[in-house]
């Protein structure tokens, strides 16, 4: 296999080989069900404990407080309706445009339950405004769930202030910070977040194991029934090597915090190196997002052509857009963002990992600039003021 330059860390992360090692034993020696009452078992136990532990210190959270899931869907899905169950006299629910799939599309599904949804805008940065959020809230609401950072552009939303919002009208404050966990600083203890989604695979743990933060003193009610497993708050025999494996991922993210400096100096050499490119522009707040997320907009070109030309050198990135049905529709991210339908097509996030070099994101700049002209020559889009191109922008900017 020929030498991958990965810059696609906010999809998936590559498994750090200590977290690995921690878990062989669970697949081969150590098998035993946690539950059982056995010693052999019993062992499994123990080590879910101390995987717990290293959980709950990245959060800032106490052990009790931390519920291990499948994956970050699974965890938000049951934040959302655990809320709906804690109050449910109340039918109103606040989240935002530019939430992931898992949230948005559940919150579409409560609509046709008899839900009111309130889906609040974002700035030209991916910005929030607290005064749409304050007018948004009544008495009525039960939820309010947004992403602590977001996927595609990195921009950092105010969380604190818009959970001491919720707590003002008596509403649960969920967030989902798959992003965040390993990349920024946590402390649960001081927060106004009642429910917090994490997932092992975004911070160099394996797939298919996340975890839910859950407030102490917070009325929660499972979303899996059956077993006693996990205090009775999530049924189902355990995932143990992959819990074992988010235990040492997490231990691991809290040493390597310092090192996350290290990345945003050369997340900023990239896009300063990108920059260069004419008619290039940065998507979303520079000053308020993760320090290893850099979403980059090239006018004329498509995304998914310069993925496909960063392919070809083995660079993976990621696109804004996605190509369903045979028709290209723009991220529905960067469509909350109001942009340019010139931009929203050509828009690629780089993001990078512990593991990044600065030999690769030199390869990157080496080659990109070629990429660029190459495609803008084959491009039919070259005029901002062209009339179509107008009527194409004003159905698809801003529509949510």
């Not at 599309?105 to 009111?116: I, R, S, V």
């Not at 649960?172 to 106004?192: E, M, R």
Request: aromatic residues 6%.
């Amino acid at each position: 296999m020929s030498a991958v330059i990965y810059l696609d860390n906010n999809a998936t992360t590559k498994i750090d080989p200590n977290v690995l090692e921690a878990m062989l034993p669970y697949l081969t020696e150590y098998y035993g069900n946690p539950s059982s009452m056995h010693s052999f078992g019993g062992q499994v136990g123990k080590a879910l404990k101390q995987a717990r532990g290293q959980v709950a210190e990245l959060l800032g959270a106490e052990e009790s407080e931390v519920i291990f899931t499948s994956c970050g869907t699974e965890g938000n899905n049951t934040a959302i309706r655990a809320a709906l169950a804690a109050q449910p006299d109340r039918k109103h629910l606040i989240t935002t445009q530019v939430e992931h799939a898992c949230v948005l599309n559940l919150f579409k599904q409560l609509e046709k339950q008899g839900y009111t949804v309130t889906y609040l805008s974002v700035d030209r940065k991916g910005q929030l405004d607290l005064m749409e959020l304050e007018a948004a809230m009544t008495g009525n609401t039960a939820l309010v769930s947004t992403m602590y950072a977001n996927n595609e552009t990195g921009t950092v939303f105010p969380v604190e202030q818009v959970g001491l919002i919720a707590k003002e009208y008596g509403a649960t404050f969920h967030v989902d910070a798959v992003q965040v966990a390993g990349k920024l600083p946590l402390n649960l203890k001081t927060s106004s977040i009642d429910l917090m989604t994490i997932s092992g695979h975004k911070l160099h743990a394996p797939k298919g194991v996340g975890a839910l933060y859950v407030k102490r003193g917070f009325r929660f009610r499972p979303l899996l029934i059956g077993g006693h497993q996990e205090r009775g708050r999530r049924a189902g025999t355990e995932n143990v090597a992959g819990i074992i494996g988010l235990g040492k991922a997490a231990e691991l993210a809290q040493i390597h915090l310092p090192d996350v400096a290290q990345e945003k100096k050369l997340r900023d050499r990239l896009e300063k190196g990108l920059l260069a490119i004419p008619e290039t522009e940065i998507n979303g707040d520079r000053k308020n997002r993760l320090p290893n997320t850099t979403n980059i907009g090239f006018k004329y070109i498509e995304g998914e052509a310069i993925l496909f030309c960063l392919n070809q050198y083995g660079i993976c990135a990621s696109s804004g857009s996605a190509c369903t049905s045979g028709s290209l529709e723009p991220s529905h991210v960067l469509r909350a963002m109001g942009l340019p339908y010139t931009i929203l097509h050509g828009s690629i996030r780089f993001s990078l990992s512990r593991y990044t070099t600065e030999a690769e994101v030199d390869r990157v700049l080496e080659v990109m600039p070629s990429i660029v002209e190459r495609l803008r020559a084959l491009s039919p889009f070259n005029n901002d003021q062209a009339e179509w191109l107008q009527d194409r922008e004003e159905a698809v900017v801003g529509k949510f």
